[in-house]
């Protein structure tokens, strides 16, 4: 069965697929974190193997994503649903798989990874939903699996392995495949050109540009669109969604709705009207780095950018367009003086640093305040116009 509400035309495909092809294939689900492109798999999964996957010896999967926020909000605002019990089956398997590649998970000193396993396996088999203080420790162990980025290459052997064995109907999942480098994408490749009959291997990506033309040119593509709010009904909450699902728990736990609109403002008034004294964009980055909050900043940017340019092309057109952020409306209206081709290429840099942010692979006394700087200098421009 496909649970997943939105993005009809992705599920509509899926399902066709796994009513009517029997050949093996890899399949690329593409789309931003929280677009529900995990759960559209695991129901792809469930319908071609007709069990829950997450219970199954032929279903294998992978991912690396948010395991603190998730764990928070799926067993602190959802104790005891099947989507809690989903999620304590994922973080069981992934802490498996932490112990079989030998992980290094840095852990209080109060909390042993075999009792962590013991303890899931033990309320898993009985069915007895953790209690707080299990949960916290539970919380505590996502926060160390958090600290792990990219896809390791031992997965990938794993993998392998397990297609290895010519059963019918096997289905591996790797979730946030654009985190994997060029070495493990290339060692994925054997995997992918020789599957065995009816088997299917399904990566996630948010990043189409992070993944090598050869793994591209094997896969079917399907994009996933940002869901509507009704889509996402079944999750408490769901008034403060913006762009995802993790947008909700971020809000639930974080606030982050009034974070980043706070972040937007000191970056315009703090560093953009003080665009001669370089000295605010190096204490602006320090200042986001030391509290974790520099992709929060960049992702908003983005979309007053991107509204800018909606609004731009809309008066090209003598037409009016509804703004998606009204409280930036001023603001927008003023990046809106600068041309298309200004305006894109502020996207394009915007897009290079969410790259180097997604492979850890930013230098915060270097890259950032550059960046902080050079878009500084092109908004003031466009200001005062």
Not at 132 to 152: M, Y
Not at 236 to 262: G, R, V
Request: hydrophobic residues 40%.
């Amino acid at each position: 069965m496909f649970h997943q509400k939105g993005n009809t035309k992705a599920i509509s495909f899926l399902k066709s697929l796994a009513q009517h092809d029997t050949q093996s294939r890899t399949i690329l689900l593409l789309g931003a974190n929280g677009w529900g492109k995990f759960s559209a798999a695991l129901d792809f999964a469930g319908f071609v193997l007709q069990e829950n996957p997450l219970y199954s010896s032929n279903f294998f999967y992978f991912r690396n994503d948010q395991f603190q926020l998730k764990t928070s909000f799926f067993l602190k605002k959802m104790p005891d649903s099947s989507l809690a019990w989903n999620w304590l089956n994922i973080l069981q398997h992934r802490l498996m798989i932490a112990h079989t590649l030998n992980e290094n998970l840095t852990l209080p000193t109060n909390i042993k990874l075999n009792t962590i396993k013991e303890n899931l396996q033990y309320i898993l088999t009985k069915k007895i939903f953790p209690d707080p203080p299990l949960i916290e420790k539970l919380i505590l162990t996502a926060q160390a699996l958090d600290k792990k980025k990219g896809i390791p290459i031992d997965l990938i052997r794993e993998a392998l392995q397990f297609h290895s064995i010519r059963s019918y109907g096997r289905i591996s999942l790797l979730g946030d495949f654009h985190t994997a480098d060029e070495t493990t994408q290339n060692a994925a490749l054997k995997m992918l050109e020789e599957p065995p009959a009816k088997h299917w291997i399904i990566l996630t990506a948010a990043n189409i540009g992070s993944i090598l033309p050869t793994i591209l040119s094997r896969s079917i593509v399907i994009s996933f669109k940002k869901p509507l709010q009704n889509d996402l009904a079944d999750l408490p909450d769901n008034h403060f969604f913006t762009n995802s699902t993790h947008d909700i728990m971020n809000e639930h736990f974080f606030q982050t709705s009034s974070l980043k609109k706070a972040l937007i403002q000191e970056f315009f008034e703090a560093c953009v009207i003080n665009i001669d004294k370089s000295i605010q964009f190096l204490l602006f980055a320090e200042k986001l780095e030391k509290q974790k909050y520099t992709q929060f900043l960049i992702e908003e940017l983005e979309l007053c950018i991107r509204d800018s340019l909606i609004l731009r092309q809309g008066k090209l057109r003598n037409k009016v367009l509804l703004l998606l952020k009204p409280e930036y409306q001023k603001l927008t209206e003023n990046l809106a003086k600068g041309s298309t081709a200004e305006l894109e290429e502020l996207m394009r840099k915007i897009s290079a640093i969410k790259k180097q942010i997604s492979r850890s692979v930013i230098k915060s006394d270097t890259i950032l305040p550059n960046f902080f700087l050079d878009m500084g200098r092109s908004i003031r421009i466009f200001q005062t116009r």
